[in-house]
């Protein structure tokens, strides 16, 4: 046999045995959510009720929405920790435009276009910040979100005096909570692809996806609230890493992180009525990133 032939032979033999492991690692994230929601279920049966199981799914949409706009920039080795306060400044400014233009006698039609413009006028806004002050200016992701953090808290918090803001239209609520409902590559800089510019969109996708996700939970609860956002942000970056989103950048995908979202939606719901603490919560989920991060590492040693 010649030396090319062994070396075919060995290459063969080493993908033979790397395709199990990949379709193990694949596997892994399906039966982790089949054991945690019959786990959840031994507890309280009404863990599998229909209208709870309506009610994970409805969860898991919007904070898939989150997880994607998270995997779009951890995707490129950022992340966006004012993802949660965006989903309130653009919640209150959605409907404090709608209540404005109904206010002042304008139609229907005229109110849902002034909040949705509003809303995704916000949203781009915010996400167009980051991506310049990341890309162009050179700060930090960690830095920069942080601090449009304490900027949208501060805005949603001021515009909206602390409290929730009220005057939504119920046809936008029947439309955006009773209707129906990318990648880059980490070796950018090699491929001669823009960078900056690239950098600068992927942020925006991530702030125009918040502000969809935040437009459809402002449906969902008839009005504009500061505090919407919550923990959205480490939910959201949460869901991204357990669907297998690389921290260290350059691989993930929009399926998984749907799986993701759908396994964090599970746990805080069966932890909710299981009656574990908020707090225990936090940390839970604190710890849940943390494993993913590990057996990500672990993954690419083995590869």
């Known amino acids: ?3 090319v032939e062994l070396s075919v032979t060995a290459k063969d033999s080493g993908y033979a045995k790397l395709l199990p492991r990949q379709w ?13 929601l019959f786990g959840f279920a031994a507890v309280d049966r009404g863990v599998l009720s229909p209208a709870n199981l309506l009610n ?3 969860q898991a949409s919007y904070l898939a929405l ?3 706009a998270q995997t779009v920039v951890i995707l490129t080795r950022g992340f966006d920790l004012g993802l949660g306060p965006t989903v309130s400044m653009v919640s209150v400014g959605t409907a404090l435009a709608m209540a404005g233009a109904t206010a002042t006698g304008h139609d229907t039609g005229t109110v849902l276009l002034a909040g949705l413009g509003t809303g995704f006028g916000l949203g781009i806004a915010c996400g167009l910040f980051n991506g310049v002050v990341i890309a162009i200016l050179g700060v930090s992701p960690f830095v920069a979100t942080l601090g449009s953090y304490n900027i949208a808290i501060g805005v949603a918090t001021t515009l909206s005096a602390g409290r929730p803001v009220q005057g939504v239209p119920k046809l936008f609520s029947q439309i955006f909570y ?3 409902a990318f990648g880059v590559p980490a070796a950018a800089a090699v491929a ?16 125009a996806l918040a502000a969809l996700g935040a437009i459809m939970m402002t449906a969902r609860t008839g009005s504009g609230e500061p505090n919407l956002g919550g923990s959205l942000s480490l939910q959201a970056i949460a869901g991204a890493v357990v669907g297998g989103t690389s921290l260290a950048g350059g691989r993930g995908g ?3 992180a749907v799986l993701g979202a759908l396994f964090v939606t599970i746990l805080s719901n ?3 009525l299981t009656r574990i603490d908020g707090y225990v919560q936090m940390v839970v989920l604190g710890a849940i990133v943390i494993i993913g991060v590990l057996l990500d590492r672990l993954r690419l040693e083995r590869r």
């Open 1 to 3: 046999m010649s030396d």
């Open 24 to 36: 193990l690692w694949r596997a892994m994230l399906p039966i982790a959510l089949l054991v945690l």
């Open 56 to 58: 994970i799914a409805q």
């Open 66 to 68: 989150f997880a994607m």
């Open 178 to 180: 009773g209707g129906s």
């Open 192 to 207: 001669g692809m823009p960078v900056k510019r690239v950098l600068v969109a992927t942020y925006v996708l991530c702030s």
């Open 254 to 256: 929009v399926g998984t």
């Open 270 to 272: 069966g932890m909710n």
